[in-house]
């Protein structure tokens, strides 16, 4: 893993990344935090999703026991752990809380109040 001028990072395939989410984001008591991405030409999607309440995640199809969502209530932390990575998982990734999130066809979705975080490349290539 390189760590890039702009603050971003760029990964072999098939590596791995941790991605941790602004403190920013997880104030204000919001339940829901949500890692989303946005590849270029393509519309923002979201990968992961955590209830802070109790626990509970949700991963779409594309990323499904590839990545995984933590939370450390102690440390009031979120983090989102990227594994096996693919070329196609090459975009801007966005940690954001909500309100409250739904799952709508497979896609996270947040509602209520939300906060995004600034954003942080991530580059899968060889």
């Known amino acids: 893993v390189q760590m890039v001028e702009s603050g971003g990072y760029s990964v072999s395939p098939g590596g791995s990344l941790k991605l941790s989410c602004p403190p920013s984001?997880?104030?204000?008591?919001?339940?829901?935090v949500a890692w989303f991405r946005r590849a270029p030409g393509k519309e923002r999607q979201g990968v992961a999703r955590?209830?802070?309440?109790?626990?509970?995640?949700y991963y779409p199809d594309p990323v499904r026991g590839r990545f995984t969502i933590t939370q450390d209530n102690a440390k009031n932390t979120v983090d989102l752990h990227m594994n096996s990575l693919e070329p196609e998982d090459t975009a801007m990734y966005y940690c954001a809380g909500f309100d409250y999130c739904v799952v709508r066809d497979g896609a996270i979705i947040g509602a209520g109040s939300d906060y995004w975080g600034q954003g942080t490349q991530v580059t899968v290539s060889s």
């Open positions: 984001v997880l104030t204000n008591g919001r339940n829901c």
């Open positions: 955590i209830f802070r309440g109790s626990g509970d995640t």
